[in-house]
């Protein structure tokens, strides 16, 4: 009887070692790689069907009608798999010879970032932060955002697993759209310390470090930074003298300029952004107008959807 019970275990054990574990969590038998068959690496083929399964990631999520991924929709190779759609398990097959025009459509997909500016990095294959609000806020260093967001989680996940993240912060391209209602919660404020005019669109330089080097009385802070060419003089008359002000729009640039200014302050240790927050856009949208044409978009969709049902 022991040695029944041992045989059936062998048994179990070579199935599971034999079996390929599914994309969407299920299992299935013979998946072999086969990059030579099908259209990618990532692709498997069933030995039995003779058939290769979509595991390219981005095609595989642009089937599945995911916004944050695009591809090319008129060619051949999705025409086939979207006809067809996925079996009961969710996943797209397709035939080995057909391996070619599918290798084309592949080649269009690309993930889309939360804005136009965010770049994708294919090596780290994320999307890097640009709004200068947003990674001054991330840095703990002032600015205007909501605390802690499914964005702002999404950003310091992605980014806390990263060995070297060359003092960038980062996300995954599917967390896109939370990091889009993040950046639209974002506002530029006035520097840390500094006050606002009475006109409510520029900041008075309150800084002493930025105050006594802007002065000429001492002092190391880093000119090239885009901060310091904001700044500008508020008058000429006696009580104004040594004053200094700029836009409330450039406090993230001015902030990173008064970090330059302390003592023992490396550029790499500070992630810095590289876009003005309202430069950000989507699909060549304002953020802010993309944000209203989504919210009309649902609403239509939602009184379509109530008349069809009337």
């Known amino acids: 009887r022991q040695m029944i019970v041992l045989m059936v275990a062998i048994m179990c054990v070579f199935t599971v ?45 642009y089937l599945k009608h995911k916004s944050w991924v695009q591809c090319a929709p008129n060619l051949p190779g999705y025409r086939f798999l979207a006809n067809q759609g996925a079996d009961s398990g969710g996943n797209f097959w397709y035939s080995a010879n057909q391996a070619p025009e599918m290798r084309v459509f592949y080649d269009t997909c690309i993930p889309e970032c939360a804005t136009d500016e965010d770049t994708f990095h294919m090596g780290r294959d994320m999307c ?98 885009p901060g310091y060419g904001l700044l500008g003089a508020m008058g000429t008359t006696k ?10 729009s450039a406090g993230s640039e001015v902030q990173q300029f008064y970090l330059s200014c302390m003592k023992g302050w490396q550029p790499s240790t500070h992630a810095f952004g590289t876009l003005d927050h309202q430069a950000e856009t989507v699909k060549g949208v304002p953020l802010k107008q993309a944000r209203v044409e989504e919210k009309n978009r649902k609403e239509w969709k939602q009184w379509d959807k109530a008349m069809a049902m009337s």
């Open 17 to 61: 070692v034999h079996w390929s574990l599914h994309p969407v969590g299920g299992f299935r038998g013979s998946l072999v790689p086969a990059p030579s068959l099908c259209a990618s690496q990532n692709d498997m083929y069933d030995t039995s069907t003779r058939l290769c399964q979509v595991g390219h990631k981005y095609a595989y999520w």
């Open 128 to 225: 890097m932060v640009t709004d200068g609000v947003l990674v001054t806020f991330l840095n703990g260093d002032g600015q205007r955002c909501p605390a802690r967001t499914p964005g702002e989680d999404a950003i310091r996940s992605a980014t806390s697993g990263l060995a070297n993240r060359q003092g960038r912060y980062w996300y995954k391209p599917d967390a896109a759209a939370k990091v889009r209602r993040l950046l639209e919660g974002c506002h530029a404020t006035c520097a840390k310390g500094d006050a606002g005019l009475y006109d409510k669109v520029h900041c008075q330089v309150m800084n002493t470090l930025a105050l006594k080097f802007l002065g000429g009385k001492g002092g190391s802070c880093d000119k090239k930074l």
């Open 239 to 248: 009580d104004m003298q040594g004053a200094f002000m700029y836009p409330v």
